[in-house]
């Protein structure tokens, strides 16, 4: 079941699954555990074993799992409260005009730029007069570029955290529709789980905490809109 997400807390390396024979006349069945594999494959040399039975790992990840899931209901509200919030609409509204401002100053400026090299062809001005106003009217279209290029950053970053949180909601409910935990889901919430030689275990979850992610994505609703 956790092939490939139990490692070594000391060495880090990946820890290895065995099987215990139940002892002669005792109607129990065979237990999985691991242990490290650095110490099981230097003949016990280095580092040590971090024995943990299967059963432990997966009341301790069952336990976190469930944490995520109590919290979940409070994180789909709050993301959507901060997505209705009056605030985000009026950001994302005026981020919106702004960018539609920038881009239109930028494309006036690019055919002031053309226009230039027609009045330059034309003799209406010369060389020093078109170097002098491209050089001007150059500056200020790197200026609106970088300005461009700032509201479409501060968006995308809004857009990318709000996918994250709403790829983890997604997951957590297909865990709850789930009668018990399998592979698949394990991978897709779990990143490693570190098993240390006191056979305390650390879950590390492939989704960064939710609450915090929750206070990044309101730190990117309120960095939108003060943008231009």
Known sequence: MFRGLVYCADCHSLM???????????????RIFYDCSTYRYSGHIHCTSHYVRQEQIYAVVRNAIDQQVKVAVDIEQLVESIRNSPKAKRAFSETSETSESITAKRKRIENRIEGLLIALTERIIDRNEYE??????SQQLKTLLKAEEAA????NVVQEQLAVTQEWLRV??????????TPEILKQLIKEVLVHNNQSITIAFNFSDPYRSIAELQNCVEGVGQVG
């Not at 215990?20 to 109607?27: I, P």
């Open 16 to 30: 290895s699954a065995g099987k215990g024979c139940a002892r002669a006349g005792v109607h129990t069945p065979s």
């Open 132 to 137: 002098y106003m491209k050089a001007k009217y």
């Open 152 to 155: 479409a950053a501060r968006r």
């Open 172 to 181: 957590i409910k297909e865990y709850q529709a789930l009668p018990t935990l």
